[in-house]
DNA sequence: CGGATTATTGACAGCTCTCAACCCCTGTGG
DNA sequence: CCACAGGGGTTGAGAGCTGTCAATAATCCG
């Protein structure tokens, strides 16, 4: 499962020019500035090239739901109206390129195939979308947790024997699955309880059993 | 808030060829006549002329998750990879226009702002699974059931002071709303309590008050 | 009319949320 | 160097909502 409003790095190999030129530059954020806010015009989308963000509503009532993490290699903001349906900050001291969707338009006009790969975008983003209504819809909270450990893994080139960054805090967490963070918290402890995870501190996790970790995912009942 | 996996008929007027040449022909669906299956090739996708049409995944373990319903105008099997991802069917006695694959990139290769709109349907589509997420994360079952009502009303020209059709069983509405039977069936008797709908009979719904059914639906928290 | 299917309602259990206390780590200032 | 405050994370107790199981009611269809 991929995380949302995202393409996964390996599968779409970047169709725009990588320079820096007409497409644009390179931004620079610290924790927490802002990429965009909800209601901005969407000039422009980005590449994460380093660091992470994420991408969240805010409800009339308050509650937050984050609607996807970014990672190097992910795109954030395509797939937009005239204007952003999100509001999109670092979690991390983070780096995006700049792509600015007229000249993207233009390059579109001269070389059609470069419309193929951005559907291809957009089904990579409909996918993980999918995904994560099946993870929110049908899952319990353990599942979710594991699901969402599981994909952080999978960025890795090696999953197991390794401690892996958690840039997020709980709260993104429990924002993301559509929990709290006291329920996220106590089912972390009771994966590592299980020796299924370690949680060496606040900012990562090292997967013990990578197999036991993908039947909780997988919902698919041969661990309960 | 739109059913995901679909475009809303409205805002994108189809980009193809309307006529039933190359681009395919119609097929006519008795109820729950498969359309296409997980793991079929995707050759086509369809635009739903009449009648409706369910999407949906089984999980490993007999869970159940409808991604989307499709009505007159919508589009389902848009934004797949080289097999489809789930399952299709019909609700009721269902018309769909079929669209090869093959001769939509033709068509995109001689023009390229087809292309433009074929993204533009597939905007739509994310929105819609993000709203989709939005609702499964954040809303409680009564607001879930809510928007749901909404957003079947928002099809009809006059939403209130109408009998809404309803053509998808107690058991669809729980398994795309992540809910069981029982508790769809709950707070549908209780939204009739509180005279926010009417429940005439089985297949179908009134809006008694469109803007108690909206708050509860946009989770403005004032009417708690 | 009768059987099957679908929907509603009730009782109860379980999971997650809420509220609260506590712990751990960090940074600050005496 | 230590005391302290603050933030994030963990843990605990209890309530509430939803799921489960079961019985009943309504509807459909032959």
């Known amino acids: 499962m991929q995380l949302s409003t995202i393409a996964s790095p390996a599968q779409t190999p970047t169709p725009w020019p990588a320079e820096g030129g007409s497409t644009g530059g390179v931004r620079l954020l610290a924790p927490y500035d802002a990429l965009f806010r909800e209601g901005d015009e969407t000039t422009a989308f980005y590449e994460v090239l380093s660091g992470a963000v994420r991408a969240y509503k805010i409800f009339p009532d308050g509650r937050r739901q984050i609607v996807a993490f970014a990672f190097p290699g992910d795109i954030v903001g395509f797939c937009q109206g005239d204007t952003y349906r999100f509001d999109c900050d670092a979690l991390t001291t983070t780096r995006v390129r700049v792509i600015h969707k007229q000249s993207l338009l233009r390059a579109m ?31 319990t909270a353990i599942e979710r947790i594991a699901s969402f450990l599981l994909t952080m893994a999978r960025k890795a080139p090696d999953p197991v024997a ?4 958690l840039p997020m805090c709980r709260a993104d967490i429990a924002d993301y699955l559509g929990l709290t963070i006291e329920t996220v918290s106590r089912n972390m402890t009771r994966l590592r309880t299980l020796r299924i995870i370690d949680l060496p501190d606040r900012g990562s996790f090292q997967v013990r059993s990578l197999e036991r970790l993908r039947q909780l995912a997988e919902c698919d009942g041969t661990d309960h």
Do not use: W
């Open 162 to 165: 390794q401690r892996l960054a």
């Open 109 to 139: 006009r001269e070389r059609p195939e470069l419309a193929e790969k951005l559907l291809e975008v957009a089904r990579g983003e409909v996918e993980t979308l999918q995904d994560l209504s099946l993870l929110l819809c049908r899952k």
